[in-house]
C-alpha cells in the first residue's frame, strides 16, 4: 500500500496464474475451506444472499453477483461475477466465465480482479472433498459416479484423488453420449486410473454407485425414484437441482448454509415449498464438522452446497498473497487516479 495515498496498488490475476498457485496443493485449499465454513459457522463472515442476473430472452443463462466478507487473520471482502451460459458448450468454449474482486478490509479500495473459474471450481471440488470426507460411514466408497462431465466433475475427482482417495470403478454418465465418453477418456489417461464405466442411464450409474456426484446444469428436477437409492449411497449433489423432493425426504440432508440453500428453486427449496418447513435438514457441514450431526446407515446422505462467495474470497486472497510473495503481481499503475479532494494542483 503506497504510504502516501493509504490506497493499495491494483493488480490483474490471470486464469495462468491461479492455476500456477493452486496445481498440486489440493490439501491445503481444502484446508483453506475447511477453516472458513467454520469462521462462516462462528459467524465471523458476512455472506448476503446472491443476486441472479436473469434475462427474458435466454431464461437457461445467468449471471451471479456473489459480495461477501471474511474474517479470520486475513480479513478480506469482495465479490464474485459468475455466469451461466449453458448454450456455451455447443460452441466448444466452458459453460462458466468468471472474475473476482478483492477489497481492502481497511480502506474498501479494490485491490485485484482475479480471473476466477478456477477459483470457483477449486473451492467447489474442496468443498465436496471436504464433505466426502466428514460424510463418510465407515470405509470410504470405492465406487464413484459422476452425473454430469464437465469442468466441475474434473475438478472433484481431481481433489478427491488429491486428498487420498482411490477408487475400485469410476462411473460415468451425461446426457451427451460424447462428453461422456470424453471424461471417460480423459479419467483413463490418469496415472493409476480405475476402471471407467459409461453407463447408459442415470439409474444405471446410481445402482452401481457408492459415492454420487450430480454435476450437471439441470434447472429442475430430473431423478424422481427413491428406489434408486436403497443401498444408501453418500451424495454430493453440488449441482442442487437433479433430485425431486420425495428423494431428499428420504434422506439425511447436509447444506452448506440452510437460508442461501433453501431458495432459487433447488430441490431443497422444494422440499420446504412442499412441506412447509426444514425439519428435513439435519444441518449445516460446520455441524458436522462440530459432531452434532448423527448420520445413521439405513438411508441416503445428501450434500447440498449452494456455494458460499466466502470461499471465493478466501482463496482469491491465497493466490493474490501467494503471487505477492513471490514476486509475480501483474500491477496496473495508475488505476486510481483521482486521489485528490480538491484536484491536483497544475490541472
Not at 496443493?25 to 472458513?36: I, T, Y
Request: aromatic content about 8%; proline content about 7%; hydrophobic content about 40%.
Amino acid at each position: 500500500m503506497s504510504p502516501q495515498s493509504g490506497v493499495p496498488p491494483f493488480a490483474v490475476i490471470s486464469g495462468a496464474q491461479v492455476d500456477h498457485v493452486l496445481s498440486g496443493h489440493e490439501k491445503q485449499v481444502l484446508s483453506l475451506v475447511e477453516e472458513v465454513y467454520r469462521l462462516h459457522g462462528e459467524q465471523r463472515t458476512v455472506n448476503p444472499p446472491s443476486y441472479f442476473l436473469r434475462f427474458p430472452d435466454r431464461p437457461s443463462s445467468r449471471i451471479i453477483a456473489l459480495p461477501a466478507s471474511v474474517g479470520g487473520e486475513r480479513p478480506t471482502d469482495g465479490l464474485k461475477w459468475i455466469s451461466s451460459f449453458p448454450e456455451n458448450v455447443a460452441a466448444g468454449i466452458p459453460r462458466a466465465s468468471a472474475v473476482l474482486i478483492l477489497n481492502d478490509h481497511t480502506t474498501g479500495y479494490p485491490f485485484a480482479c482475479l480471473e476466477s473459474s478456477i477459483i470457483s471450481a477449486a473451492r467447489t471440488a474442496a468443498s465436496a472433498a471436504l464433505a466426502a470426507d466428514r460424510l463418510t460411514r465407515g470405509e470410504r466408497p470405492r465406487r464413484i459416479g459422476f452425473v454430469g462431465t464437465g469442468l466441475i466433475a474434473r475438478y472433484i475427482h481431481t481433489y478427491l484423488v488429491a486428498t487420498g482417495w482411490s477408487f475400485d470403478e469410476v462411473g460415468v454418465f451425461d446426457l451427451s453420449a460424447q462428453h461422456a465418453q470424453g471424461f471417460a477418456g480423459y479419467l483413463g489417461s490418469r496415472p493409476d486410473a480405475a476402471p471407467s464405466v459409461v453407463h447408459g442411464s442415470a439409474r444405471e450409474l446410481i445402482e452401481a454407485s457408492d459415492l454420487v456426484v450430480f454435476a450437471t446444469v439441470a434447472g429442475t428436477p430430473h431423478i424422481h425414484d427413491p428406489a434408486w437409492f436403497a443401498h444408501n449411497p453418500l451424495v454430493l449433489h453440488v449441482s442442487l437441482r437433479d433430485l425431486a423432493p420425495e428423494i431428499l425426504l428420504g434422506a439425511t440432508n447436509v447444506v452448506d448454509d440452510v437460508d442461501h440453500c433453501l431458495k432459487a428453486d433447488t430441490s431443497p427449496h422444494l422440499v420446504e415449498r412442499l412441506t412447509g418447513n426444514r425439519d428435513f435438514i439435519a444441518g449445516t457441514l460446520y455441524d458436522v464438522l462440530e459432531g452434532r450431526v448423527e448420520l445413521p446407515a439405513d438411508r441416503p446422505v445428501v450434500f447440498s452446497p449452494f456455494g458460499l462467495g466466502v470461499l471465493d474470497i478466501a482463496l482469491g486472497r491465497f493466490v493474490h498473497d501467494r503471487l505477492a510473495r513471490a514476486g509475480e503481481l501483474s500491477v496496473v499503475d495508475g488505476f486510481f487516479h483521482e486521489l485528490s479532494r480538491y484536484g491536483r494542483s497544475g490541472s
